[in-house]
T-cell receptor
Framework: QKEVEQDPGPLSVPEGAIVSLNCTYS??????FMWYRQYSRKGPELLMY????GNKEDGRFTAQVDKSSKYISLFIRDSQPSDSATYLC????????????FGKGTLLTVNP | DTGVSQNPRHKITKRGQNVTFRCDPI?????LYWYRQTLGQGPEFLTY????????KSRLLSDRFSAERPKGSFSTLEIQRTEQGDSAMYLC???????????FGEGSWLTVV
């Protein structure tokens, strides 16, 4: 079992839809959770950064962390064609553990 | 501040040749990381520098790979005697603290033919 599981999709939605992206993980030491967006042949761009459980909202993006279920989500409201990209979840335990463990990424296409 | 800069962005090389990638981190960041990403996979950790000290190397980093960060500024990743399995995107990232957010560069694509 991989430490971080993420459905690779692809996921295709119409413009304006609410998108839900998810990851599960097995390492209970993970405390810092990130979502990166990656356009084709580009580097990952940090979208959301969350510590421990709870919700965090930034514009059209909401990140949720449920440590009891080892489950994290990213919601995108009013999705736009420009949101079409691969979304990567990443996490680490903080402290001296600086290595990020990534999911495989979910390929999202938002159709106009 | 223009973010993490990597070059070259693309490199095609013949098997057996040596290649070197350069990374310039965000100026105030003293922590620098190298990751490798293959198609359909998330990035995988290769190595980590705090200032000029290389503090960890992944088992993914075979003895054909060497990374340096002289004077704690830019970093280079050299791959000697390249193999087709080395074809990937090599990503550099930096952060200010261990708990700080980690920012990635645009990556350097390597194709070994």
């Amino acid at each position: 079992q991989k430490e971080v599981e993420q459905d690779p999709g692809p996921l295709s939605v119409p413009e304006g839809a609410i998108v839900s992206l998810n990851c599960t993980y097995s390492n209970s030491a993970f405390q810092y959770f990130m979502w990166y967006r990656q356009y084709s042949r580009k580097g990952p761009e940090l979208l959301m950064y969350t510590y421990s459980s709870g919700n965090k909202e930034d514009g059209r993006f909401t990140a949720q962390v449920d440590k009891s279920s080892k489950y994290i989500s990213l919601f995108i409201r009013d999705s736009q064609p420009s949101d079409s990209a691969t979304y990567l979840c990443a996490m680490n335990s903080g402290g001296s553990n600086y290595k990020l463990t990534f999911g495989k990424g979910t390929l999202l296409t938002v159709n106009p | 501040d223009t973010g993490v800069s990597q070059n070259p962005r693309h490199k095609i090389t013949k098997r057996g040749q040596n290649v070197t990638f350069r990374c310039d981190p965000i100026s105030e960041h003293n922590r620098l990381y190298w990751y490798r990403q293959t198609l359909g996979q998330g990035p995988e950790f290769l190595t980590y520098f705090q200032n000029e000290a290389q503090l960890e190397k992944s088992r993914l980093l075979s003895d054909r790979f060497s990374a340096e960060r002289p004077k704690g500024s830019f970093s280079t990743l050299e791959i000697q005697r390249t193999e087709q399995g080395d074809s990937a995107m090599y990503l550099c990232a930096s952060s200010f603290t261990l708990r700080g957010t980690i920012y990635f560069g645009e990556g350097s694509w390597l194709t070994v033919v």
